[in-house]
């Protein structure tokens, strides 16, 4: 750290660096700024001292705000500033001179504004006067133009003259003047040019001084800046040295310390060996003392053992005595066993090949069996045919005798009732009802509804509904067939047309090309029989179900819940029992009952494919067990048959009998009155023709020509009627 | 090797320390040193033969002779410095240089005269220690900074300057000129011409009798008085950044006449016209040249827009209010960074169009308007700008007769402006009163680093007062840059210094 008194010594230095410049110009011009920039400029050196004053102070109370920054740092900061100030004065030094010139051509340009102001008012009034004097003048020469006496006009020539040399006069007066004045300027110029010259010479010597000085403080500030530098560092080194040698000396007290105490530890070690060596020693004697006595212990057991020894080997050869006889009587036990063995081996042996043996045989049984029972299977199949096949015959033949009988029976039965009829209108004169009864109407064994395929109902609902247009009616009438359920014709075609549309990929591609000549309702006839057959679709409640599917369907509105679809085939197979046991009794009363069926143009057709498949899945589990139900089906009760018989049998109730019995005897007697009667006509009858026949002999006899020959005629004696 | 000790004995004492030296270096050579540096091999030759003499002088023993402890290997110069040698002589005919090895180059380099035709070595050396000498060779001074620091851009620059400065129209050959460009294209970044000659007077000696007159004869003459055109040479230069032009005549001494001095309209028209083709440049100055407001809007207007200027000079010229305008207008309609019109004749309207330009550029840093005399209606105008202008850093308006109403403005602007940080008002009439309002706003400034109020009869105090606020600043700066984690402490301190003061 440079030491305060060093630094007044600079201080001291820089003003004289300061004030030496200033001095300078301010003694050797006679210009007023230049002294007022001088004046100024020490008083500015005055106000730096105070300042630096004022910093050093406030240097000092930064020192102790921060103590922990370096002297060196400081140090630095301070030349830092320091440098800083000097470099700011020097420059404003420096510059101070252009400012000056400056200023001075400030002032120059205001006064030369003023002059050429001053003088161009000067040269306008000049301009005018001599304008002025000059128009008098050439007005004159008008007036001399006139004058014709020499005198005068010498006069007035003199005069003319007078006056053109007083304006030439103060023309050259204005020049002279004007020349004047350029001289003084051109001597101004050539002062100010040397003005300029010193300034610059003043300049440039500033600048020499003031790259002088700083080089000089700089250099200064740069030893200043070192020797804090080195006196930090040797303060450093000597606070470095003594906390080394602090450490040192601790060191070695404690490397002291450590030594006692290793002494004391190695002298307590020693003791406490010996102590251990001592006790160690009486404790080796102690149990030297024991051993021995163990040892003479042990030698006693050892005489014992060795006589407990002999007894024990006395005592084991005699059993190795023994041991040898019993193994003689084991080997000849072995071999015995061995020879056992050997024998049940062979029985083994055998028993192996007959079993073997009785394997093949019963393979060969069983393959024989087998042949026998797929022989009898194929025999039982053919029977069942032959069985299907004589039950279908039988059934036809039942039909068709039933319809002779019935035939029969009918003629009969129409007989009688013509009969009855006859008696009643004719004999008795009665209004005939004709009995009206369910048995006259059946055709056919009872309760053997045929059967009909799908496609045949196919084909009627296909062909009623092209009969529609032209009668409704008739096909309301009779929709009894079709309609067992709640279902329209016109919503089952239009749901078959749109399962026609929609599922033509069940078609062969050749029946399609087959079909395209055809008529549109046989077209789409074959397809949907295709798609029936491709369905598995067979019977006519197949068809029905399919169709109620559809519907149940899109009623229940869930077309992609799986579960839905299940429960509703599970209630449609219900109430497909339940239908079909109605059905019989809807057929009987011919009363369809008529629910509004959703209309199937709701079904989307995008949704069809998704029924088909819920209803192939439905189908196809009632389908697994039909076939023994189908046998028994066949089997048709005949417990109606008798009353049918029955029935026919007594068509003509008693009462008509009775009457009838009554009225025969009536008629007995009747007919025997008639029969007399007849009689008695007949005889009419003969003398009737008598009667005629001798009216026409008479007749012949009177037209005869003998008549005329007579004179009196006979005729008009007579008076014989003319015809 | 006893006998030539000997006789060595007999000639002299230094001579034999000289031979036991060079005696040891043959025992080394003997072992074998082919790689001796060749260096000290250049040195002994001319010696060698003089010791040969000497000897024979002294003792006519042709055994010494032969035992010449003098004699080495190395004094046989090894081929390639023969080689070497030899390129360098021939390099004017025959210049090899980018063939030979890095080490060979450089003594090649080394050992060229600096009086090579520049045709030969413009375009191959680029060695600079090369280009030094030459150019240390030619000039006593030199400044490498001014000329970014490469010997050879500087050796061009000065070069071409050279000629361009003695170029006499209509009796100097162009193709001097124009000859060197293909050589100088590359390295001219710069060019300072501070004299254009006239063309030569057909009648010298009667003029320079009455130099009264000179003034009005060159007035007749004046259209035979254009200058060497610019235009060719500076469109060949294709790296051109910087234009220094001074349209006048140095050392004139007693030959000066008025039109030796004149910038004439056909001067700047082509000098427009140059510019205008030189995209490249970024510093124009043309100072000096009597440059008058309708010459000025011609250069301004072939300015306009221009790509990369960033600097304009026009200092020491005669321009007036219009060229003001113009270079307002240039302001906004260009990149324009720093504009000088110092000692011109700027009044108050040219003051206000520039301040109305500036009061929206974003470009322009300095602004320098020294010796004019925009007066208190352009300096309250310019200080309206200053207070939505955001970019400018340095305000000069020394000498502009500024007085107290530019003064109480500038205060206000010191309040609000933090970009300006530089500001000169010397040379003013800023008054008692002014000074204490500057005060007053420098007292809310904290980003102004310099305030220049010399000789502008401010009072003491004041001055001293805005000196210390500047010098805080200056302080506080210094430790934003230095390390910002103890600017807070800076400004306490200022404060406490404040309060000292």
């Not at chain 1, 020797?227 to 040192?248: G, H, P, V, Y």
């Not at chain 1, 055709?443 to 496609?455: L, N």
């Not at chain 1, 014709?489 to 990929?505: A, N, P, Y």
């Not at chain 1, 009747?670 to 001798?694: G, I």
Request: glycine content about 4%; proline content about 5%; some cysteine.
């Amino acid at each position: 750290m440079n030491p305060p008194g060093s630094l007044g010594i600079l201080e001291d230095k820089e003003k004289e660096r300061l004030s030496t410049p200033i001095l300078g110009p301010s003694i050797l011009s006679d210009n007023p700024y230049e002294r007022i920039q001088a004046r100024r400029l020490r008083i500015a050196a005055r106000l730096e001292a105070r300042r630096r004053e004022a910093l050093g102070e406030y240097l000092d109370g930064k020192k102790e705000s921060e103590e922990d920054q370096s002297k060196s740092f400081k140090q630095k900061e301070e030349s830092r500033l320091k440098l800083a100030k000097l470099l700011l004065c020097g420059t404003e030094l420096v510059t101070n001179i252009q400012v000056a010139a400056d200023i001075r051509e400030i002032h120059r340009r205001v006064e030369e504004e003023e002059i050429k102001r001053q003088r161009l008012e000067k040269l306008e009034n000049e301009v005018k006067t001599s304008q002025d004097k000059f128009d008098q003048i050439t007005v004159r020469w008008e007036e001399g133009k006139q004058k014709r006496i020499p005198q005068d006009l010498w006069d007035m020539l003199n005069t003319q003259k007078a006056h053109c040399a007083g304006l030439i006069e103060d023309k050259n007066k204005l020049i002279s003047e004007l020349q004047q004045e350029l001289k003084t300027k051109d001597d101004q110029y050539v002062k100010d040019l040397k003005k300029q010259s010193d300034d610059i010479c003043v300049l440039l010597e500033r600048m020499e001084e003031q790259v002088k000085n700083v080089m000089k403080s700089f250099r200064q500030e740069l030893n200043y800046i070192e020797k804090a530098f080195e006196m930090e560092r040797q303060d450093l080194l000597t606070s470095n040295k003594k906390t080394w040698e602090q450490a040192l000396q601790a060191h070695k007290t404690k490397e002291l310390e450590y030594l006692l105490n290793r002494i004391k530890k190695v002298e307590d070690y020693e003791k406490q060996l010996n102590k251990q060596r001592e006790w160690d020693c009486e404790e080796y004697n102690k149990i030297k003392i024991k051993l021995e006595q163990d040892v003479q212990i042990l030698e006693q057991q050892l005489q014992q053992m060795k006589a407990t020894y002999q007894l024990n080997q006395e005592k084991l050869e005699y059993n190795v005595q023994v041991l040898k006889k019993r193994d003689e009587e084991s080997t000849v036990i072995k071999s015995q066993q061995k020879r056992k063995i050997n024998r049940l081996h062979d029985i083994l042996n055998n028993l192996r090949s007959k079993y073997a043996k009785q394997i093949r045989q019963f393979q060969e049984e069983n393959q024989s069996l087998t042949s026998d029972y797929k022989h009898l299977v194929t025999q039982f199949k053919e029977l069942q045919k032959a069985i299907r096949h004589f039950a279908f015959i039988d059934d036809k033949r039942f039909r068709e005798i039933w319809l002779m009988n019935e035939e029969e029976a009918k003629d009969l039965i129409n007989r009688a009732f013509d009969v009855d009829r006859i008696i009643h209108t004719q004999h008795l004169g009665l209004p005939w009802t004709a009995p009206d009864f369910w048995f006259l109407r059946n055709v056919g064994p009872i309760s053997q509804q045929p059967q009909r395929s799908a496609t045949q109902i196919l084909e009627e609902v296909l062909l009623q509904t092209e009969e529609e247009g032209t009668e409704e009616a008739a096909s309301e009438a009779e929709s009894y067939l079709d309609l067992p359920k709640q279902i329209s014709m016109k919503t089952t075609r239009k749901i078959l047309m749109l399962l026609c549309d929609e599922s033509g990929f069940l078609i062969e591609s050749k029946l399609l090309s087959l079909l395209r000549p055809l008529e549109r309702s046989e077209c789409y006839l074959l397809k949907l029989d295709a798609i029936f057959s491709a369905l598995g679709i067979e019977s006519e409640d197949d068809l029905y179900k399919l169709v109620n599917f559809f519907l149940k369907y899109r009623v229940y509105h869930s077309p992609s819940s799986q579960e839905q679809t299940s429960l509703t085939l599970a209630l449609d197979s219900g109430e497909q029992a339940d239908l079909k046991r109605q059905k019989e009794g809807s057929l009987v009363e011919g009363e369809p009952e008529e629910k509004a069926p959703p209309s199937p143009t709701l079904i989307h057709p995008n949704e069809v494919l998704k029924i088909l498949e819920a209803f192939v899945m439905g189908l196809k589990k009632p389908r697994d067990s039909p076939t023994p139900v189908r046998l028994v089906k066949y089997l048709r009760d005949n417990s109606k048959d008798s009353a049918y018989w029955e029935a026919l049998a007594t068509v003509i109730p008693p009462a008509t009998l009775n009457l009838w019995d009554a009225l025969y005897t009536a008629l007995e007697k009747y007919h025997v009155v008639l029969t007399q009667r007849a009689k008695l006509l007949m005889e009419n009858k003969a003398l009737e023709q008598q009667n005629t026949e001798l009216q026409m002999l008479l007749q012949q006899y009177l037209d005869s020509k003998i008549n005329s020959e007579l004179h009196v005629p006979p005729t008009q004696v007579l008076r014989v009627p003319t015809k | 090797m006893q006998e030539p000790l000997g006789t060595l004995a007999l000639s002299a004492l230094n001579r034999s320390s000289v031979s036991t030296q060079d005696k040891s270096s043959t025992v080394a050579q003997a072992s074998g040193t082919a790689a001796q540096p060749p260096r000290p091999s250049n040195t002994p030759p001319p010696s060698k033969p003089k010791g040969w003499n000497s000897r024979a002088g002294v003792s006519r023993m042709r055994r010494i002779i032969a035992e010449d402890p003098e004699w080495s290997l190395a004094i046989v110069p090894p081929l390639t410095e023969l080689c070497i040698q030899h390129i360098v002589k021939n390099f004017q005919n025959n210049p090899i240089l980018k063939e030979l090895l890095p080490e060979h180059k450089q003594k090649v380099l080394d050992l060229l005269s600096p009086d090579l035709p520049l045709a030969v070595t413009a375009n191959l050396i680029h060695d600079e220690s090369y280009w030094r000498r030459c150019c240390t060779q030619r000039w006593p001074v030199c400044h490498v900074a001014k000329h970014g620091g490469s010997w050879k851009h500087m050796f061009f620059e000065r070069h071409l300057e050279n000629l361009l400065k003695h170029f006499i129209p209509n009796t100097t050959d162009p193709a001097v000129i124009l000859d060197l460009l293909p050589l100088c294209r590359n390295y001219v970044r710069r060019l300072s011409v501070d004299q254009f000659l006239p063309p030569v007077k057909l009648r010298p000696p009667p003029r320079s009798g009455d130099p009264s007159d000179s003034g009005s004869e060159a007035e007749l003459e004046e259209p035979a008085t254009d200058h060497y055109q610019l235009g060719d040479l500076v469109a060949g230069l294709s790296h051109l950044e910087e234009l220094d032009l001074v349209y006048g005549v140095k050392d004139c001494g007693m030959n000066f006449e008025w039109n030796l001095f004149l910038f004439t309209y056909s001067d700047c028209h082509s000098l427009a016209a140059t510019i205008k083709a030189c995209h490249t440049l970024k510093i124009f100055r043309l100072t000096r040249s009597k440059v008058d407001d309708d010459k000025a809007r011609i250069l301004i207007r072939s300015l306009l827009d221009h790509p990369a200027l960033e600097e304009l000079d026009l200092s020491h010229n005669l321009i007036g209010d219009r060229g003001a305008r113009a270079s307002a207008k240039l302001l906004n309609h260009s990149h324009l960074r720093v504009l000088n019109l110092a000692n011109n004749r700027v009044r108050a309207p040219g003051a206000q169009s520039l301040a109305y330009a500036l009061a929206h550029n974003t470009n322009l840093i300095s602004l320098n308007l020294r010796l004019n005399c925009i007066e208190d209606e352009g300096g309250q105008a310019l200080a309206h700008a200053l207070q939505t202008n955001r970019c400018l850093t340095t305000l000069h308006l020394g000498g502009n007769e500024l007085s107290e109403p530019t003064a109480t403005l500038l205060s206000q602007v010191l309040a609000i402006n933090t970009t300006l940080t530089s500001i000169n008002l010397s040379c003013n009439h800023i008054g008692l009163d002014g000074g204490k309002q500057l005060l007053e706003g420098m007292s809310d400034n904290r980003t102004l680093l310099e305030f220049d109020l010399r000789l502008s009869d401010v009072a003491q105090e004041s001055e001293y007062l805005i000196g210390q606020a500047v010098s805080a600043n200056r302080e506080a700066a210094r430790w934003q840059t230095s390390n910002p984690s103890h600017f807070m402490l800076a400004v306490s301190a200022k404060d406490s210094e404040n309060s000292a003061g």
